[in-house]
Nanobody, 115 residues
Framework: QVKLVESGGGLVQPGGSLRLSCAAS????????MSWYRQAPGKERELVAR???????NYADSVKGRFTISRNNAKNTVALQMNSLKPEDTAVYSC?????????WGQGTQVTVSS
């Protein structure tokens, strides 16, 4: 059974940093593209960042230069380092593992950027 567990969310002031982590189990991790999505209240879910099985990365324009995604295939984890956070980054952040046949989701972690 595939399981994705996110951690690291919380409340942070504008300009601050947070590091999200997603621990995966029950899948051949190195074969999956791993992504972080977010959904703010009243808005659609959007892709924040993705790292492929070959470690290529891409980012939403709104987070380029501020967020960094990385994966550790030895530990089956993917992290999202978020710097220079803005109030508009407030959302539930979810981890996604995308294979050739299906994708899997974590339950999400709340990130709130507020003074």
């Amino acid at each position: 059974q595939v399981k994705l567990v996110e951690s690291g969310g919380g409340l942070v002031q504008p300009g601050g940093s947070l590091r999200l982590s997603c621990a995966a189990s029950g899948l051949t991790f190195n074969l999956y593209a791993m992504s972080w999505y977010r959904q703010a209240p009243g808005k659609e879910r959007e892709l924040v960042a993705r790292v492929t099985s070959t470690a290529s990365t891409n980012y939403a324009d709104s987070v380029k230069g501020r967020f960094t995604i990385s994966r550790n295939n030895a530990k089956n984890t993917v992290a999202l380092q978020m710097n220079s956070l803005k109030p508009e980054d407030t959302a539930v952040y979810s981890c996604n593992a995308a294979g050739t046949v299906r994708s899997h989701w974590g339950q999400g972690t709340q990130v709130t950027v507020s003074s």
